[in-house]
């Protein structure tokens, strides 16, 4: 919590536009005192939360890391969520491919997680949500950093742990969790949804032909990179 708070309140200094003395001396205290609650070497009390919520015009909750919401509000239910597809011709300005490889994969994921929520498995969802939330993370932050100039304090992982792979590992953990999940859902209720062809057709008109998609283009490149490692030996 001390790490989130300390990123938090030097990230906001910075979007603000102020320099650290001119932060300090709005909010009443040394610059030398905010070097250290903005590095974490001190922690603040309650008074200076205060102060620094109402300087940055954020909530307690959101200083704290808590919410992700500046305000303060936290999701309570999936229907409080914005959701993307909903919107009318939503299409992903300047890429058509954009626009058609995010609906194969939202539809795709859209069937995984249904299925998922059939099974009643809590782990098996929570342990999906990591793996696929780690990989947009990935894929995010390559992007994030891609030109060389932009300031990775964004994130909380170091930069020297991204590079050296430390998201696949978590990636690699996560979908460990998630076949122990499932392999306990086995054992204990034995049951799942029917995902033969004819079963998911029924199921996810329309979803299921993005699934089936993902399938055959994700086997296709696979093969092929191994294919071509054989041919490389």
């Known amino acids: 919590m001390a790490s989130d708070f300390s990123r938090c309140l030097s990230l906001l200094r910075q979007e603000r536009g102020v320099s650290q003395r001119a932060a300090a001396k709005d909010l009443g205290i040394s610059q030398a005192l905010l070097s250290h609650y903005e590095n974490g070497v001190r922690e603040p009390g309650l008074a200076f ?69 059939k099974t009643g498995s809590k782990q098996a969802i929570s342990a999906a949500a990591d793996y696929l939330g780690t990989a947009v993370y990935t894929m995010f932050r390559h992007l994030f950093r891609a030109n060389g100039t932009q300031n990775e ?29 499932l392999a306990t859902h086995a054992k204990e209720k034995g049951t799942f949804p029917p995902m033969n062809n004819d079963a998911l057709t029924e199921s996810y008109p329309g979803l299921y032909q993005s699934l089936l998609q993902i399938i055959h283009t994700t086997g296709a490149r696979i093969n092929r990179r191994v294919e071509a490692r054989r041919n490389d030996r």
Do not use: Q
């Open 49 to 117: 939360v205060v102060k620094a919520c109402n300087y940055y015009h954020v909530s307690a909750d959101f200083l704290l890391g808590r919410t992700l919401s500046r305000d303060g509000t936290t999701i309570v239910s999936a229907d409080e969520l914005y959701d993307y597809s909903a919107e009318k011709d939503n299409v992903l300005h300047g890429s058509i491919m954009a626009t058609l490889n995010k609906k194969l994969l939202v539809n795709s994921v859209g069937v995984l997680f249904d299925l998922l929520g």
């Open 153 to 181: 304090d964004f994130f909380s992982v170091p930069a020297r742990h991204f590079v050296v792979g430390v998201p696949r590992a978590d990636m690699i953990c996560a979908e460990a969790d998630y076949v122990d999940a």
